[in-house]
């Protein structure tokens, strides 16, 4: 560290000769380069920026404290910076309440009072009861850091299992509370990672890896998943082995039982979509697993049983899904009964309430929900507000109530109670928010991709905006893993809209908004169809009047980094405004870290085929940066302890941009500490980086606001 003082000086005195409006005239801070190179299908392929892999090293401890300290003195001069920031707070200062669900006979929900770092879970013996705090994460740590990664509650109500997370990581340590007197078990289940934690007698299951090597915890790759079987009052060392697979180490399992225990339901995959399910009868003395569906092609979800047949949601047989009854004893697919067949729109999800089934849908991305009998009669639709998502629907088979949340861009998350027996719902609770929704409108928009594909669009923006081509647009996507983007309320997006913002999210191909022919038609080698969408989305913006590329911002996190790099890589000339936040940007390595070999069912990868690795390269945000090209103003964000998409890519994709990029546009890194992939961030942090990243949009794009 002993020359990060020179630096940090020498940036200060590069900002202060820089020009006052939104470009960058000063020096990066120089990353050295090595020698590296890989060869791929007799094809060599330089990795000058391999050290930055090394997530212990000084080296990249003193790179990222350098680039910290000059993003931080661009965004200290950006004059509404810190208005910007005021305001966040002021509107994040509202309470918020979760959906409220039962068990053992009383309710349990979430409650975050405004600007509480983490969200505290209360108790009532009734719902004219007084709310009792049952957990309290704030009190794990002073800044919010260590945070509530999940919980589970025991069926009889006398235990909570909860998973601590520190500093933003995936890995979770369990620790169990007795609910009576909230004295705490000496129980501790370490090293933990992608699982639940599912009650079974007097213990729970859950998933979990070796622990890692000596500085392997954040980057190393995970393999060898296990269940594993706890009783309370014993050690971990004599926790029971359940499942595992000695000779796949890149399999994941999940294990989950049914509502009355009766069922243990293992769940394994090998990537992001796609499963096989084992199931185990506890009621049959020595029961063995038996495998009720192959994997890996389809997904299958065990929704509960009816009389010893088990409720199973799937896309077997039926891209937009259906609902199946499998009888353990006779699983073929021939055997399978049909409970509610697959529709004209994808089946989002299933849940059991009452006497009924509550099979929620996507049309063209907004929710609608159906009451089905067990048979599989419709019994009536479901009335909601408005066009939006309908979130967290929770009820039990033995009930006569339900609970659930809906929102929608310009509607604050509210919580509904559902009366099973007049099928009526009334409002639980309100987000009281300092802003008028009614000043704004919510408009669906359908464009052609490149390839002629009808793509949706929403469009969110005050009443009355004019189409003069000038407005300042904020384009957000996605695109992959099955996953939907639908509407939902976001705080930190308010103030761009508050000054004349359009925000845009984009229904992109890869996603699980049409079924399985949608997600499929973006993967792999037909990824470059979510890119075309996406750029397709932006000039029809154009075209249309709305906005022009000066005005254009584009963001996506995760796989919506990937989206955000390779974009702008290809088509520079777009955007001014770029934001990959935790993005998966070197399409080479990306499987050799942590989970990432779990996505190679979207991605491929560059050692299976030589063709494979072509179409990577071709699209790979780090390996597609050319020399002296004007790329738009770039911010890219990720976190020290993200252990799911590590940070180097970030540090890699940033370098070479730094090194061959021209221009006034600044492109910078914000790298967060104690900080992860997403899950746990504390509010304080949020709102941080919610400041951050809109005032760098918002001063780039050649706004003015009037905070």
Same mark, same amino acid.
């Given at each position: ?250 399999? #994941?399992?999940? *294990?989950?039982?049914? %509502?009355? $225990?009766?069922? =243990? !339901? ?5 990537? +992001?979509? @796609? ?90 991305? #907004?929710?609608? *929900?159906?009451?089905? %009998?067990? $048979?599989?009669? =419709? !019994? ?5 507000? +408005?066009? @939006? ?110 000054q004349g913002g359009v925000y845009v999210t984009v229904n992109l191909r890869g996603g ?153 546009n600044p492109v910078m890194v914000r790298i967060e500490t104690q900080a992860g992939h ?30």
């Amino acid at each position: 560290m002993k020359n990060l003082l020179i630096i940090s000086l020498m940036i200060g005195l590069m900002m202060m000769l820089s020009c006052e409006n939104s470009g960058f005239d000063g020096e990066y801070p120089e990353t050295k380069k090595s020698d590296v190179v890989d060869v791929y299908f007799e094809t060599e392929v330089s990795d000058p920026y391999r050290w930055l892999e090394d997530d212990n090293s000084e080296e990249t401890a003193e790179w990222v404290a350098a680039q910290n300290a000059i993003t931080q003195d661009y965004l200290n001069r950006i004059p509404f910076r810190d208005a910007l920031r005021n305001r966040l707070e002021t509107i994040w200062n509202y309470p918020r309440i979760g959906v409220p669900f039962k068990k053992g006979g009383k309710y349990f929900y979430f409650k975050n009072d405004g600007l509480q770092n983490q969200s505290v879970l209360y108790m009532q013996t009734s719902l004219d009861a007084e709310p009792e705090v049952l957990l309290d994460p704030n009190s794990f740590s002073d800044d919010g850091t260590i945070a509530l990664s999940n919980m589970s509650l025991s069926n009889n109500g006398q235990f909570l299992a909860y998973g601590i997370s520190r500093g933003g990581s995936d890995w979770t340590e369990i620790v169990i509370m007795q609910i009576e007197d909230r004295s705490m078990l000496s129980d501790t289940v370490k090293w933990v990672k992608f699982s639940g934690i599912s009650w079974f007698e007097n213990g729970f299951y859950y998933s979990s890896y070796d622990p890692p090597k000596p500085g392997e915890a954040l980057s190393g790759a995970n393999s060898f998943h296990k269940i594993y079987y706890h009783e309370l009052g014993t050690p971990q060392s004599a926790d029971q082995l359940i499942f595992q697979d000695t000779e796949n180490p890149q399999r #994941n399992f999940y *294990a989950g039982l049914t %509502d009355d $225990e009766r069922f =243990l !339901i293992v769940s394994e995959s090998e990537s +992001t979509s @796609g499963n096989a399910l084992y199931v185990k009868d506890n009621s049959l003395p020595n029961a063995g697993f038996v495998k009720i569906a192959a994997g890996f092609t389809y997904d299958y979800s065990v929704v509960d049983h009816l009389d010893g047949k088990l409720l199973v949601k799937t896309n077997d047989d039926a891209p937009m899904q259906r609902l199946v009854l499998i009888d353990p004893a006779n699983p073929a697919n021939e055997n399978w009964q049909t409970i509610i067949p697959e529709k004209e729109h994808v089946m989002r999800s299933v849940g059991l309430a009452g006497d009924f089934i509550l099979a929620q849908y996507l049309e063209d991305a #907004n929710s609608q *929900a159906y009451f089905y %009998d067990y $048979e599989g009669n =419709l !019994i009536q639709k479901m009335e909601l507000p +408005t066009l @939006g998502t309908l979130t967290g629907f929770r009820g039990e088979k033995d009930d006569s109530e339900a609970f659930y949340g809906f929102t929608s861009f310009t509607f604050p998350s509210s919580v509904y109670r559902y009366d099973l027996a007049s099928h009526q719902s009334e409002v639980y609770t309100t987000s009281e928010v300092d802003f008028n929704p009614e000043d704004y409108e919510t408009h669906q928009i359908f464009f052609n991709s490149k390839d002629g594909e009808r793509v949706p669009m929403f469009l969110v923006h005050k009443k009355g905006l004019k189409l003069n081509g000038t407005n300042p647009v904020l384009l957000y996507g996605y695109g992959g893993f099955n996953s939907s983007l639908t509407p939902s309320f976001s705080i930190s997006r308010l103030p761009f809209l508050e000054q004349g913002g359009v925000y845009v999210t984009v229904n992109l191909r890869g996603g699980g908004e049409y079924g399985v022919k949608w997600h499929e038609a973006g993967t792999k080698l037909q990824k470059q169809n979510v890119f075309d969408d996406f750029i397709a989305a932006a000039e029809y913006l154009v075209e249309t009047k709305y906005t022009n590329p000066e005005k254009i911002a584009i963001l996506g996190g995760s796989n919506g980094g990937l989206l955000v790099g390779a974009v702008m890589t290809q088509r520079p000339d777009l955007f001014k405004v770029a934001i990959p936040i935790v993005g998966v940007l070197d399409m080479l390595r990306y499987q050799y870290f942590t989970i990432g070999w779990a996505w190679a069912r979207d991605y491929g990868t560059s050692e299976e085929s030589e063709e494979m690795f072509r179409y990577l390269l071709g699209y790979s945000p780090l390996h597609n940066v050319k020399e002296g090209v004007e790329y738009p103003a770039t911010l890219a964000i990720t976190a020290d302890h993200d252990d799911r998409v590590v940070p180097a890519h970030t540090f890699k994709f940033m370098s070479e941009l730094q090194a061959k990029h021209k221009g006034a546009n600044p492109v910078m890194v914000r790298i967060e500490t104690q900080a992860g992939h997403g899950a746990g961030k504390p509010t304080s942090k949020m709102i941080d980086e919610s400041a951050d990243m809109y005032s760098f949009i918002m001063y780039n794009l050649g706004m003015k606001p009037g905070f």
